[in-house]
């Protein structure tokens, strides 16, 4: 079997089990994740031996989020060089696996391209190469993200001068979606630590729950004040002037600032604007794709309708390890399930990267951004 899973963690204070690690037990090497399918129940790794294996976990959101999934793709094609794989093909088959998030297919590309620059050296040094560039990649997301938590608090508290602010955030980006502490949530965090943090409103985000699965459960590790609401409730607490943000992460950015993010995001940005409101997207720089145009452009991954059909539970420990699902629709009902929705630039008053804002969100300001980014890199 190339999945295993490591014993479980419990108890309280921050997640203590890292998202994603290089492992080298005696069995040999593997990509370990903590399953996120099993959370809020239990913090469980998933040891990943093979590239299947990596391909299963990414598919089945065992691991997902933008930068996150960078990160493995990076760790992914180092696990098929010291395993003495198929690069190019095992490369392939990780960057495809989730066709919205732009980060897989950077990280897969940045460790190839270290594997092959090593080549000459021989196999090993050119494995030595890419996991290298996947431990570079890992260390560097860390750094982005406490970035983005400064920039993203500075911002909040210039929008919102004098406020303890009350923020509303879908989906997950914290710590589970990054080598660090995260997108949207960091700046959360970030506010909570400065004792400027009113009030997190988490969105539930259907259909598979990672508001209510994950980001609860993060915010309830660091002692955040959260509440949990459905998504059809956003509405009625904009309305009741309970809401001073909105941050969220993003899985891809085009190059007008289109912004493509769990879908759900779309309507938060209208009814954000109605009610004026800051809608703030945070994101590190590589989520910036400038070879997709425009929103339009944007695949965005279609799911399958199981998912809405029927309640996924989270799996715990049993036979099989197997989800429990109990169906609420009739049988052979059809259902729509986009992944993701995308909200245009008009709708962003700010996009947050590690090497700052850009507001208003341009085509533009976002060329000058990844420009003082390619700067910053080669000084």
Known sequence: MADQYAQSHEGGGRIRTPSIRWGE?????????????RL??????????????????????????????GITGAYGVALAAVRGEDVDEAAEAIATARPTAVNLGRGVRRAHAAYRA????????AAAAALAEAKALHAEDAEASRRMAG?????????LPGNRHRLLTHCNTGALVSGGEGTALAVAIAAHRAGR?????????????????????????????YTLLVDNAAGSLFAAGEVDAVVIGADRIAADGSVANKVGSYPLAVLARYHHVPFLVVAPVTTVDPDTPDGASI??????????????????????????????????????NPAFDVTPPELVTAIVTEYGAVSPVTTDGLVELCARSRQVTMS
């Open 25 to 37: 037990p005696p069995e040999g090497p593997a990509v370990v994740l903590l399953d996120q399918t």
């Open 118 to 125: 090593a080549g000459g050296a021989g196999q090993a040094e």
């Open 299 to 336: 695949e965005v991954e279609q799911r399958a309708g199981q998912e809405v059909t029927e309640f996924m539970a989270p799996r715990v420990r049993g036979v099989g390890g197997v989800s429990e699902s109990r169906s609420v629709a009739p049988a052979g009902t059809q259902a729509y």
């Open 40 to 69: 809020p129940s239990e913090e469980a790794e998933l040891a990943c031996k093979d590239v299947p294996a990596l391909v299963r976990a990414i598919r089945s959101l065992a691991v997902r989020g933008a930068p996150l999934l």
């Open 197 to 225: 943090l009113r009030r997190l409103w988490v969105d539930e985000t259907r259909p598979l729950l990672q508001g209510a699965r994950l980001t609860a459960y993060e915010a309830a590790r660091h002692g955040m004040p």
């Open 151 to 159: 920039h993203g608090l500075a911002l909040l508290d210039e929008l």
